[in-house]
């Protein structure tokens, strides 16, 4: 990632850094302390201002966005336990899943596993407590509950048990 730096004379130094959308971000520092922050849709665009800091207020943003104040982690999304032997499991359905096509209600997976479909996440959308109308497509993402072993048996169920 390449960002710019332009220096001002009298005023400060000029930064635009390229954001994933397309848009820029324009920090100018001037020699008073002062941070102004500026957006640019698109590179021919004018810079809208966003906000403007002072200096202590830009060093503690700063530290913000170093993650000085809190560091990210990826989180194991395939599996939780919330006590004792209960679990909330992740399940994406592939080409190959007997569920693909079927509805909540056809798969019967809580009267043949005990496991309950407490959410689908297809793409960004999340469908919480899904009726048994619903159907599973490929690429759906099942949130479940139960028992470890019960759990086995979806598993086994989806071919996914090792």
């Known amino acids: ?5 332009t220096d001002l ?13 397309g848009s820029s971000l324009v ?19 004018d810079a809208d201002r966003v906000i403007e800091l002072s200096e202590a207020e830009a060093e503690a943003f700063g530290s913000i966005l170093e993650d000085v104040h809190f560091q990210p982690s990826e989180t194991d999304m395939s ?11 992740w399940y994406t359905l592939d080409e190959e899943s007997p569920l693909a096509g079927t509805t909540l209600e056809e798969s019967d997976i809580r009267d043949e596993t005990g496991v309950t479909v407490i959410a689908v996440e297809r793409g960004p959308d999340a469908f ?8 599973f497509e490929v690429g759906d993402t099942l949130v479940t509950i139960g028992r470890s072993d019960e759990q086995a048996a979806l598993e086994s169920r989806l071919g996914k048990a090792d």
Do not use: C, Q
């Open 1 to 5: 990632m390449e960002i710019s730096e």
């Open 9 to 21: 004379p009298g005023v400060g130094k000029r930064f635009e850094l390229p954001v994933h959308d």
């Open 27 to 45: 920090v100018v520092i001037h020699n008073t302390g002062k941070h102004e922050v500026f957006k640019k849709e698109h590179a021919d665009a």
């Open 79 to 89: 599996s939780t336990t919330i006590g004792g032997d209960t679990v909330i499991e």
């Open 128 to 135: 919480p407590s899904p009726n048994p109308s619903f159907e």
